[in-house]
């Protein structure tokens, strides 16, 4: 069997069939179960499903590290398959490097995903995958400019990251001056949204 049957047949075997998968993703229960059981295995599928540019497979180490059993050469296997991973596929990535490290700095290939993939619900992934990372001047700025994203969805998510960052755990919706300007087709009313925001978070 080659490599990518291989990697398909396990993958259904683990999180089912992808196209009786819900809404929310696939499972986790199975893979950790497996990993108690057959270490190797587990890793030697995911290094395949990363290979082949697979998200889920980067979304397993993420549910490995929360249950303590990412393998051993994780940082290793992620930073390799980083190197050439875009879009969708480079933000679980470095999601599931961040998982593993707790180091904020991989934030910066999300930013760069945020700032520069051509579908808006990659883009819409990205700041929400970057809404879970602590704030720094760098990533303010980088969120700030999704609030001028001509993707609404985008700008509003990018928006709640930014106010939740300020302290303020009231949504977008709740704050009506900052719903108008980002609901606003103006990108100068975005732009005035931006700026306030960023005023909060580095004035």
């Given amino acids: 069997m080659d490599g990518d049957a291989e990697w398909q047949r396990w993958r259904r075997e683990i999180f089912g069939d992808p196209e009786e998968v819900g809404p929310g993703g696939p499972g986790f229960a199975a893979l950790i179960e497996a990993a108690g059981r057959e270490p190797r295995t587990v890793e030697r599928m995911l290094r395949a499903g990363l290979a082949r540019g697979d998200a889920v497979a980067a979304r397993s180490f993420i549910a490995l590290a929360s249950a303590g059993l990412a393998p051993a050469d994780a940082v290793s296997i992620l930073r390799t398959a980083l190197i050439h991973a875009r879009d969708a596929f480079r933000l679980r990535v470095a999601e599931a490097l961040y998982a593993v490290t707790r180091d904020p700095g991989w934030a910066t290939p999300v930013a760069g995903v945020l700032a520069g993939a051509a579908s808006e619900a990659v883009r ?13 001047v760098v990533l303010v700025r980088a969120m700030a400019a999704a609030v001028l994203d001509p993707e ?46 960023t005023a909060r978070l580095c004035p």
Avoid: H
């Fill in 152 to 197: 609404y969805l985008v700008r509003y998510q990018a928006t709640n990251a930014l106010l939740r960052w300020a302290g303020d755990s009231r949504p977008v919706d709740d704050v009506p001056a900052l719903l108008d300007k980002i609901n606003d087709r103006a990108e100068g009313a975005w732009r005035a949204a931006a700026e306030e925001l």
């Fill in 124 to 136: 819409l992934d990205a700041a929400v995958a970057l809404s879970g990372f602590p704030p720094s």
